[in-house]
């Protein structure tokens, strides 16, 4: 799992597009470049459909740490940066279980 070792406790898959980020916040950063095939995916700043990975605890909260290798997630995560954790108070509404 790299850099977050929390502790792993079910799967998620994204249902519907979960928004993360303000656009605001995405284009001052400059970081986020969105593929044009990610971009037919879904919209820039949202967790498209169907991205996958784990409810992780760490640091005594809930995150959702995405799969790596997934298309769609240069649409809400810096290009360079390989793992992202997002609380999962913002991603609870948008997933379900697997």
Do not use: H
Not at 43 to 51: E, R, S, T, Y
Not at 74 to 94: C, G, H, R
């Amino acid at each position: 799992m790299g850099f977050f070792k929390g502790e792993k406790i079910y799967r998620v898959e994204v249902t519907k597009e979960c928004p993360v980020m303000g656009i605001n916040k995405l284009y001052v950063s400059g970081s986020y470049l969105p593929s044009v095939e990610s971009l037919k995916k879904g919209k820039f700043g949202f967790i498209p459909v169907g991205i996958k990975g784990w409810v992780i605890k760490q640091y005594g909260k809930e995150y959702f740490l995405p799969d790596k290798g997934q298309e769609g997630l240069d649409l809400f995560m810096p290009a360079l940066q390989e793992d992202t954790l997002i609380s999962y108070n913002k991603v609870k509404e948008y997933c379900k279980k697997i």
